[in-house]
């Protein structure tokens, strides 16, 4: 592997998250926000290891008993790209050495905030991503990818009208073991992965989305008895990692605003700080 490929910090460590496999635990709780990480300090029995570097703020503690990782990943899918390939590389890169054969996987946990699409899901709900579409592209930038539900691609496109100008979408499953463990009491749903926050999301400030009425459809497309429950910008890019690599995925999203109603949650710092101590809860 050469080090233009993937390239490592000067203490040994992966270059962007700075994690080694020794500092990376198994279970690893993923946030936006690098502010956020600092929440788990006051979860956690005892913190082992931290590290900053730019927008990434990784934290390695252990609560009773269960170590756990807890890591800002910023936003959008082209950090997930490079929080996704790290994470692996971590888990097979040892004492300089890289090894492809390895007994560890990750179970991924996305904890983050997202909109609704749907009247009945107000703000300060919590919606588990049972699937996940991507408008973003990302995946099909890989060899490996095998479009796993290409009926639901079809029927997604269809539906949505979508044109040649547009990234062709891409739909992965979540983890049905972290779904039944960690989201029995939310809602669950198909959350829609867009590459931005106002135009790719339907919002319009001096210019225009290029699909009209985007929400209104999103709202309307239904798989498997289920509806698209929110738009957010990373989940597709996690599960579908995730899925290639062979590891578990899930996102729960504290829902702050519900775009038909027009509402936003402003402060919504104690739901989340609820919403992380439930997951650590559940998953150790």
């Given amino acids: 592997m050469r080090p233009s490929e993937l390239p490592l910090a000067p203490d040994g460590s992966l270059y962007h998250i700075r994690l080694t496999s020794?500092?990376?635990a198994d279970k690893v709780?993923?946030?936006g926000d690098p502010g956020r990480v600092n929440i788990f300090k006051d979860i956690f029995d005892s913190v082992e290891f931290e590290s900053n570097n730019r927008e990434i703020h990784a934290l390695t503690g252990s609560y009773h008993g269960t170590p756990i990782t807890a890591l800002s990943t910023g936003m959008g899918c082209d950090n997930i790209d490079i929080v996704l390939t790290e994470l692996d590389a971590a888990l097979r890169l040892q004492n300089g050495q890289?090894?492809?054969?390895t007994d560890r996987h990750l179970q991924l946990v996305r904890i983050g905030t997202s909109g609704s699409l749907q009247a009945d899901i107000d703000c300060g709900s919590v919606v588990a991503s049972a699937y996940a579409i991507g408008m973003d592209g990302l995946m099909n930038f890989y060899r490996e990818w095998d479009s796993p539900l290409s009926p639901m691609n079809q029927a997604f496109m269809v539906?949505?009208?979508?044109?040649?100008?547009?990234p062709s979408p891409y739909s992965v499953r979540s983890?049905?073991?972290?779904?039944l463990h960690l989201a029995p009491d939310f809602h669950q749903g198909i959350t829609v992965t867009a590459p931005g926050f106002y135009g790719p999301q339907g919002r319009t400030v001096r210019l225009h989305p290029a699909i009209a009425n985007l929400n209104e459809k999103l709202a309307t497309f239904r798989w498997s008895?289920?509806?698209v429950t929110n738009l957010e910008m990373e989940t597709s890019a996690i599960y579908g990692f995730s899925h290639l690599l062979g590891h578990d995925a899930l996102t729960l999203c504290l829902i702050i605003a519900n775009r038909p109603n027009?509402?936003?949650l402003n402060d919504y710092h104690s739901q989340m700080r609820q919403l992380i101590g439930t997951v650590v809860e559940r998953l150790a």
């Fill in 225 to 227: 008895n289920l509806r």
């Fill in 262 to 264: 027009g509402t936003f």
């Fill in 29 to 31: 709780l993923l946030v």
């Fill in 159 to 166: 539906h949505m009208g979508l044109n040649h100008r547009l």
């Fill in 98 to 101: 890289w090894n492809t054969e």
């Fill in 175 to 179: 983890s049905e073991k972290l779904l």
């Fill in 22 to 24: 020794s500092t990376l």
